[in-house]
């Protein structure tokens, strides 16, 4: 069932590009156009209540401090999770690092007797997955280095879907953490989240969920998918750049040591040593992204007022378009999986290799048609390689994507082999 058309609600869709073209946006992989009610409410921010949280004493930033727990009630509400199991990061990249850098700082003794739990080093394992964005690989392989932790991972077969057949031996006594997207940026492909959760549980392991490409695209309840962290970047939910959220549960981050120290995270300095405050203030030490998290707490109830559910079922159906229209092209090669079937879990997005055309040449013969697509390898070089790629051409669809959208990325791309001469 396709969403009524949204675009009215995004300014920027309403520019033409290339020579008076209208715009068609496939680009919200990368990044998410905002809607005015997100706009709106960073520029009233700023205009009626700008003041620094959580210290004044004064009107400003009595009414700064309750929007600014307000944006973090609405995040938390967004994905099923208490208020205070949010935790403003500057993006989903600096969230795992918060997890990541959080466990280190554990295993070089930082955080005392309540940190322990995390600590890791020679003999324990991280485990990952082969189909991971660099952001929820590179953390781990430091964490590794830096600990003396060995880092594995759960292989893709050549469709991308993860090969479960070893999960027992690759997710075992020695797993302390196994990290995982909930979606890949590049197949669109749903994890196997029940699984690789039950594994991990059934061993003791932390899970830190990617939920990236999830929480803007589907319903994510943290409580039901029983994770236990998970990250997340507003500029992919229809909000502003500049911020995101860890979630965690709230035992758990109120041991992990912060990664980031300094004021406003503290109860008792004194010049020997410092004792911090509960979840979230000890993960946020320093002045606040407070507008941001303004505009992310708007685009968390932009997005819940639309409804996950029906965000979901019209994005899995401008994929069908976009995937069925390309996969017919001689050619092209869709990467992931390929036939409605196969498809089913599968949402938002068409990644494609053009046999002969580099990645940039398609993505500059669809800008020259006026449509916005990423190109490269997605910060994802492990799965490409695996698909025997360096890069590909990337669709991404969001809740103002059309059909007639999806229908124009189809018709251009038809036009690369000929352009080209590859055919
Ligand atoms: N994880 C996934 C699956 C992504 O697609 C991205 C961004 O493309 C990230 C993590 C990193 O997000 P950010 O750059 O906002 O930190």
Redesign the pocket.
């Known amino acids: 069932m396709l969403l009524p058309d949204l675009r009215e609600d995004f300014p920027l869709l309403t520019r033409t590009v290339r020579n008076g073209k209208p715009l068609v946006y496939l680009d919200s ?2 990044t998410a156009q905002k809607p005015r009610v997100v706009l709106d409410a960073e520029r009233e921010f700023y205009e009626q209540h700008n003041a620094a949280v959580q210290r004044g004493a004064h009107l400003l930033a009595e009414e700064a401090t309750e929007l600014f727990e307000g944006a973090r009630g609405d995040v938390a509400s967004l994905v099923g999770a208490q208020s205070q199991e949010i935790v403003w990061a500057e ?4 969230a795992v690092n918060l997890v990541a850098s959080g466990i280190g700082n554990a295993s070089a003794g930082i955080g005392g007797d309540e940190a322990a739990r995390f600590k890791i080093g020679p003999g324990d394992e991280i485990c990952v997955t082969e189909t991971e ?1 660099h ?2 690989l590179v953390p781990w392989q430091a964490l590794a280095t830096r600990t003396g932790a060995t880092l594995r991972w759960i292989p893709v077969d050549d469709q991308g879907r993860m090969i479960l057949d070893d999960l027992d031996s690759l997710v075992n006594e020695r797993t302390r953490v196994l990290a995982f ?1 909930h ?1 890949s ?1 590049v197949t669109g492909l749903i994890s196997p989240v029940g699984a690789l959760v039950a594994r991990a549980k059934a061993v003791g392991a932390l899970t830190v969920l ?1 939920g ?2 999830s929480v803007p695209h589907l319903p994510v309840d943290v409580k039901a998918l029983d994770i236990d962290f998970m ?1 997340m ?1 507003a ?2 939910m229809l909000g502003p750049t500049g911020i ?1 959220a860890l979630y965690g549960r709230k035992e758990l981050l109120d041991a992990l040591p912060p990664s980031i120290f300094g004021g406003g995270a503290v109860k008792v300095v004194t010049m020997e040593e410092t004792s911090w405050q509960e979840a979230p203030m000890r993960f946020e030490a320093g002045s606040q992204p407070v507008a941001q998290a303004v505009g992310m707490g708007a685009a968390a109830r932009y997005l819940a007022g639309v409804g996950m559910d029906r965000v979901e079922a019209h994005e899995r159906e401008i994929a069908a378009v976009m995937r069925a229209g390309v996969a017919e092209i001689p050619g092209v090669r869709l990467l992931g999986p390929v036939g409605s079937a196969d498809a089913r879990d599968v949402i938002g997005v068409a990644s494609i290799a053009v046999d002969g055309v580099h990645p940039h040449d398609v993505g500059q013969v669809l800008d020259d048609a006026g449509i916005a697509v990423r190109v490269g390898h ?2 994802a070089q492990p799965l490409h390689r695996k698909f025997g790629v360096t890069g590909s051409t990337r669709a991404s669809a969001h809740v103002y994507t059309t059909r007639e959208d999806a229908e124009a990325f189809v018709a251009a791309v038809a036009t690369v082999p000929a352009f080209f001469g590859v055919n």
């Open positions: 992989g990368a993006n989903a990249t600096a964005h952001a929820n997207t979606v940026n990617d990236c490409q990250a970047s500029h992919k995101g997605h910060c």
